[in-house]
């Protein structure tokens, strides 16, 4: 299955400031999640946003989807030294053979929050 | 609590031997689960989906003979790793769906000496 990409593949920032991650895909989708993963662990749950949605908001995550140029972008604000760890976008849909438990994912963002 | 569980955690076999990850799906009934393999620094690839009842379907590039996936009952599958070699060193997450939702196992870290 094709892949997404994340840019940057590495981000670090202070604590304190935003932190903004995109993902790029490559099929049509019926949605978008974002994980996260900490260093040797498995992952958590983000946030989910469906193909019609445009903008989706969860505490101090906002994830934005535009179908038409088949991207997302995780924005974290106020960004905290325990937000560090691995960020990746996964799809289902088309591309996953139809069903929306096969996930597609992006190659990840590695986020370094610096306290 | 954990509404997938994977076991072991972690595991560390010798060179040729054969090492088998298991995935309980503990609150639901689960006709399809899907093993992912990860490498280090790198993201998560699909491997098969295990189909219950059935032969799993695999992607392109996965050893069907060498990833033996069983899916034997509802909530139980399984992943056996043959003859496993240091390159297959790796952590192995599985999924079910359900609903709205997908849960991901805690991973098997496999390393192989």
């Known amino acids: 299955s094709q892949q997404g990409e994340e840019d940057p593949q590495a981000l670090s920032i202070q604590e304190g400031e935003n932190a903004t991650m995109n993902c790029s895909y490559k099929?049509?989708?019926?949605?978008l999640q974002w994980y996260r993963q900490n260093s040797g662990r498995g992952l958590v749950h983000l946030i989910l946003?469906?193909?019609?949605?445009r903008e989706k908001h969860s505490g101090r995550l906002r994830v934005t989807l535009d179908t038409s140029k088949k991207s997302s972008s995780l924005l974290i604000t106020a960004s905290r030294a325990a937000d560090t760890a691995s960020y990746f976008c996964a799809t289902d849909g088309r591309g996953s053979g139809g069903s929306n438990y096969k996930l597609t994912f992006g190659k990840g963002t590695l986020l370094t929050v610096n306290p | 609590g954990a509404v997938v569980s994977q076991h072991p955690s972690r595991v560390i076999c010798k060179s040729g031997t054969s090492v088998k990850i298991e995935c309980r799906s503990l609150d639901f009934q689960a006709t399809t689960m899907f093993w992912y393999r990860q490498f280090p620094k790198q993201s998560l690839m699909l491997m098969a989906t295990s189909n219950e009842g059935s032969k799993a379907t695999y992607e392109q590039g996965v050893e069907k003979d060498k990833f033996l996936i069983n899916h034997a009952s509802l909530t139980l599958s399984t992943l056996t790793v043959t003859s496993a070699h240091p390159e297959d060193s790796s952590f192995y997450i599985c999924s079910v769906g359900s609903g709205n939702t997908i849960y991901f196992g805690e991973g098997s870290w496999l390393t192989v000496v």
């Open positions: 099929t049509s989708i019926n949605n």
């Open positions: 946003i469906r193909s019609n949605e």
